[in-house]
């Protein structure tokens, strides 16, 4: 079931990578799509598919598939249906991160300083929690990151008041939107990298998450580490979803809903949820991502985080209110 | 003889392929100026935001060509010669486009006078238009001349623009009320405008608001009673004149002389 599954998603995904080649400001038929990718010289068509496109695409895909993974080893880590990476303040200082390079002018001055101030902001984040958690339980790293959040968000605002310019702020209201456009292989090549490693840390965590289901003392007592399993939670979603955040801005709502979207088909248990959340998570991005590129109208376009939770929000209250009324 | 002729021939082609042909803007205020600048025919397109009067002066004029929303497929799309572009523009799509060897030139959004001079030289030059570019200065500086030799109004102002736009020290809303000879009493008061209490202790002879087709949180605190005590003797300017530098600063200001002197109480 859960094989069939994976690789049911798997395709799904590249057909959605490849459905989204297509579509953007300028409309591409399959053939011409093949001849630019196996070009050597270049052509609009290349340039369009391979220079802005693919990357674009890529990162969609990057950026979905840690933030579902990120959410499924969460909710599975502290046994709760709510935890996402925003819950435990990575999100939050991340975006703190990018909202100081863009405030203090490093953003003017070369354009990954965005990307690199946020991924230090989602670790400070990450350590910060880890710290002020040590010796608690579940609870106390859920309070901390909740305080972590808060603090890190008030910060962000502290700056939107402060923001020397109309221009400051417009950067850092976009940023916080969320958004994919026009992100070049410099982006896949400095966020790949740190998604990678995170995704690998997190999917360590997959059979003490198992054990995490029964509790922290039968976990224990089965011989998990619990201290090890968070901080490779913790550390693997700073890395991943850092990383992401810092390249797409802040896209919500993905880590919440991607687990909770697998898991009826997988059954309950944690370890099997890992993997097709995060396909599920890369799909709903990459389209998301699709959509707010052909939904354009006249304005500028969608803001991809605003997108995916206006369309994600009601459809997890459906799915919320099925599952209560299966329950009662 | 013929040797000069070859010269001149020579000439001409040198300058007419150091002048890109066809111009593609993806800022709003770098619009401004191109559109000001470059005639139509060689204008690929400007950002959409520009046909909007309420911030555009050139509205009129960028309807006469293609309008772009400063993405980088865009620009592929349509190869300009030469791409003009401000900070306001995604530092995502300046980045992929200097990676992409796109001609790009990108101006600082002038907030000063001296800025205007600045930005409008470095456009005029990039896109062969500096007899242009250097006319409208003048004009400009004949304006601002002109505007000097009055005697000044001293007429004691509090402004604010709506949208975010106040007419905070070094902002080019500041920039215009001084040069239409007003003192701004409340440079300090941030973007967006002072605040209620900030213009009771201000007291100015005269309200400068900015004219604001959308409504915005502003338009409240417009409708404070306290606010209400300076109707009629409020001017409007047309957020249009201070939200971009161009040289049609000067007619602004001129347009705002001529207001505040039929607005200050006698």
């Not at chain 1, 798997?10 to 399959?30: D, E, H, K, N, Y």
């Not at chain 1, 050597?40 to 695409?57: E, G, K, M, Q, Y």
């Not at chain 2, 002729?5 to 007419?16: E, N």
């Not at chain 2, 190869?79 to 600082?108: C, G, K, Q, W, Y």
Request: charged share 10%; with cysteine; glycine share 10%.
């Amino acid at each position: 079931m859960s094989r069939a599954l994976v690789s049911s998603l798997a395709a799904g995904l590249v057909v959605a990578i490849a459905g989204s080649l297509f579509a953007g400001v300028v409309w591409l038929s399959p053939a011409t799509i093949a001849g630019a990718l196996s070009s050597t010289h270049t052509t609009l068509a290349s340039l369009i598919v391979v220079d802005v496109r693919l990357p674009r695409i890529l990162l969609a895909a990057l950026v979905g598939g840690i933030l579902g993974l990120a959410g499924a080893v969460l909710q599975g880590l502290l046994r709760n249906p709510l935890a996402e990476p925003g819950l435990l303040g990575i999100t939050a200082g991340a975006s703190l991160g990018a909202v100081v390079a863009i405030y203090y002018g490093a953003a003017a001055a070369f354009a990954l300083a965005t990307p690199l101030f946020a991924l230090t902001g989602a670790l400070a984040a990450a350590a910060a929690a880890l710290v002020l958690a040590r010796g608690g339980g579940t609870l106390a790293l859920i309070l901390a990151g909740a305080a972590i959040s808060s603090l890190a968000y008030a910060a962000v605002y502290l700056a939107l008041d402060l923001a020397p310019s109309p221009y400051a702020t417009y950067e850092i209201l976009t940023w916080l939107m969320g958004s994919l456009a026009d992100r070049s292989w410099h982006h896949v090549a400095l966020a790949g990298p740190f998604i990678l490693a995170g995704a690998a840390l997190l999917l360590l965590t997959g059979r003490s998450l198992d054990a995490l289901a029964l509790g922290e003392r039968a976990a224990a007592s089965l011989g998990i580490d619990v201290a090890r399993v968070r901080l490779l939670a913790l550390f693997g979603t700073a890395l991943g979803v850092g990383a992401a955040t810092a390249v797409a801005g802040s896209v919500g709502f993905v880590g919440l809903i991607a687990p909770h979207l697998v898991r009826p088909l997988v059954g309950h248990r944690p370890s099997a949820v890992l993997v097709p959340a995060a396909l599920t998570g890369a799909i709903i991005v990459v389209l998301a991502d699709l959509a707010t590129r052909v939904l354009r109208g006249s304005a500028q376009g969608i803001g991809l985080g605003v997108f995916i939770s206006l369309v994600g929000a009601p459809f997890f209250l459906w799915l919320v209110l099925r599952t209560a009324r299966r329950t009662e | 003889m013929r040797s000069a002729v070859a010269a001149i021939a020579l000439l001409l082609a040198t300058g007419a392929a150091a002048a890109p042909v066809r111009v593609m803007s993806i800022s709003e205020c770098t619009d401004q100026l191109v559109l000001a600048l470059v005639p139509p025919a060689r204008i690929v397109s400007v950002t959409w935001l520009s046909r909007d009067p309420t911030t555009s002066l050139m509205a009129h004029a960028a309807g006469q060509v293609g309008v772009n929303h400063g993405l980088a497929e865009e620009v592929l799309r349509d190869h300009p010669d030469l791409v003009v572009a401000d900070s306001f523009a995604a530092p995502t799509t300046r980045a992929l486009l200097h990676r992409l060897n796109v001609p790009m030139i990108e101006v600082a959004s002038p907030e000063t006078i001296g800025a205007i001079r600045e930005a409008t030289r470095q456009i005029a030059r990039a896109v062969g238009a500096l007899p242009r570019g250097a006319m409208l200065l003048a004009r400009m500086d004949r304006t601002f001349a002109d505007l000097a030799a009055d005697p000044p109004l001293g007429v004691r102002v509090v402004a604010w623009g709506g949208g975010g736009f106040g007419a905070s020290r070094g902002s080019l809303f500041d920039a215009l009320l001084t040069a239409a000879g007003a003192t701004n009493v409340a440079p300090d008061a941030g973007r967006g405008g002072p605040d209620v209490e900030r213009l009771l202790v201000a007291a100015p002879t005269l309200l400068v608001m900015g004219a604001d087709a959308a409504p915005d949180l502003h338009a409240n605190v417009a409708a404070h009673p306290v606010v209400r005590r300076w109707q009629g003797r409020s001017v409007t300017v047309p957020q249009a004149h201070y939200f971009c530098g161009t040289p049609f600063i000067g007619d602004a200001a001129l347009a705002l002389r001529r207001q505040l002197h039929a607005a200050v109480p006698r």
